[in-house]
């Protein structure tokens, strides 16, 4: 399964997986580079995905004029994610 057909979820476990094995004892040099190949495409993913969800958040914390609020570090301002009553069950996707 290619990095692009995993959620992210998924391509942050593969990566957990090829760090342990990157730091077994027993990996040859040309498995090494073909497990460094393989993690670089699940980070890039992970990055696009965090991405995406950070402008999706940013669009749903605008101002009423349409501005991003910032902080007095010049920084988006954040709001802490609030589970609504009924909702703790719902899994997030």
């Given at each position: 399964?290619?990095?692009?057909?995993l959620s992210f979820e998924q391509a942050f476990q593969?990566?957990?997986?090829?760090?342990?094995?990157?730091?077994?004892?027993?990996?040859?040099?040309?498995?090494?580079?073909?497990?460094?190949?393989?993690?670089?495409?699940?980070?890039?993913?992970?990055?696009?995905?965090?991405?995406?969800?950070?402008?999706?958040?940013?669009?749903?914390?605008?101002?009423?004029?349409?501005?991003?609020?910032?902080?007095?570090?010049?920084?988006?301002?954040?709001?802490?994610?609030?589970?609504?009553?009924?909702?703790?069950?719902?899994?997030?996707?």
């Amino acid at each position: 399964m290619t990095s692009k057909k995993l959620s992210f979820e998924q391509a942050f476990q593969r990566l957990e997986a090829i760090l342990e094995r990157l730091n077994a004892q027993d990996v040859t040099l040309e498995e090494s580079l073909q497990l460094f190949e393989e993690a670089n495409s699940h980070i890039v993913l992970c990055h696009k995905q965090l991405n995406d969800a950070e402008r999706r958040i940013e669009i749903l914390t605008k101002s009423r004029d349409g501005e991003i609020e910032m902080s007095s570090e010049k920084c988006p301002k954040t709001t802490p994610m609030d589970v609504g009553e009924g909702c703790e069950d719902r899994s997030i996707r």
